[in-house]
């Protein structure tokens, strides 16, 4: 074989073996969730302090994809969650719109943030290829398959979004989605206010369940 068809199905394996990674990697989080084994440690914590660990993971692929990657997060925003569960949630939507904006140079995702009476309010809003009404009324149901492939070929295991969903259930929120075809997608998360530290708001997770007290 001479070299480009060497690269060729060496890029192939490695674009294979992450796939394979990636939907293993989602059917174990499905099973822990829904088998009640992730343990559920929320803490009160700035958002940007999860903000900024995604934004440092995906700012190459936003820049090899020619995306603007926008951090609007202000610093002061507390919330009273999990954080590993709430990085992870924030690291999968914006993985998410950048896989489905588009490569001309005028892509973006931005991600904002700002108090509500219901609590904090996240959005991560791209200007890609959009959704129709049925898929967005079935984006967060469970599908074991291949999803649609990004702008740039990306394939994906179709459970990312489910996960989204267990785990801001898991922390007391809310996740819903409104898009345009062509023109573009955002995701909302609502999560509970930090703490006053007098205990106004309290939760934990006892034998699979969420309370509040």
Same mark, same amino acid.
């Given at each position: 074989?001479? !070299?480009?068809?060497?690269?060729?199905? *060496?890029?192939?394996? $490695?674009?294979?073996?992450?796939?394979? $990674?990636?939907?293993?990697?989602?059917?174990?989080?499905? %099973?822990?969730?829904?088998?009640?084994?992730?343990?559920?440690?929320?803490?009160?914590?700035? #958002?940007?302090?999860?903000?900024?660990?995604?934004?440092?993971?995906? /700012?190459?692929? %936003?820049?090899?994809?020619?995306?603007?990657?926008? =951090? !609007?997060?202000?610093? =002061?925003?507390?919330?009273?969650?999990?954080?590993?569960?709430?990085?992870?949630?924030?690291? /999968?939507?914006?993985? /998410?719109?950048?896989?489905?904006?588009?490569?001309?140079? $005028?892509? +973006?995702? %931005?991600?904002?943030?700002?108090?509500?009476?219901?609590?904090? !309010?996240?959005?991560?809003?791209? /200007?890609? #290829?959009?959704?129709? !009404?049925?898929?967005?009324?079935?984006? +967060?149901?469970?599908?074991?398959? *291949?999803?649609?492939?990004?702008?740039?070929?990306?394939?994906? %295991?179709?459970?990312?979004?489910?996960?989204?969903?267990?785990?801001?259930?898991?922390?007391?929120?809310?996740?819903?989605?409104?898009?345009?075809?062509?023109?573009?997608?955002?995701?909302?998360?609502?999560?509970?206010?930090?703490? =006053?530290?007098?205990?106004? #708001?309290? *939760?934990?997770?006892?034998?699979?369940?969420?309370?509040?007290?």
């Amino acid at each position: 074989l001479d !070299e480009s068809s060497v690269q060729n199905i *060496a890029d192939y394996l $490695y674009e294979t073996s992450q796939s394979t $990674y990636n939907l293993l990697e989602s059917l174990l989080e499905w %099973a822990m969730a829904e088998g009640g084994r992730f343990v559920y440690h929320p803490i009160n914590f700035n #958002l940007k302090q999860a903000t900024s660990i995604v934004i440092k993971v995906l /700012n190459t692929l %936003a820049i090899k994809k020619k995306i603007a990657l926008i =951090d !609007e997060i202000p610093e =002061d925003l507390k919330v009273y969650a999990d954080i590993i569960m709430i990085t992870s949630v924030i690291q /999968n939507l914006v993985s /998410n719109a950048l896989k489905f904006t588009r490569l001309d140079g $005028y892509g +973006f995702v %931005a991600l904002r943030a700002s108090f509500t009476n219901d609590g904090i !309010e996240i959005q991560i809003e791209d /200007n890609g #290829l959009g959704m129709t !009404e049925l898929q967005m009324s079935t984006v +967060f149901h469970p599908r074991i398959t *291949a999803s649609l492939r990004g702008t740039d070929g990306e394939k994906g %295991a179709g459970l990312g979004l489910t996960l989204c969903k267990r785990f801001i259930d898991l922390n007391l929120g809310k996740i819903s989605v409104s898009s345009k075809e062509g023109e573009g997608t955002i995701f909302k998360v609502i999560l509970p206010c930090s703490t =006053d530290g007098t205990g106004m #708001l309290l *939760a934990q997770k006892d034998s699979g369940d969420v309370t509040v007290a």
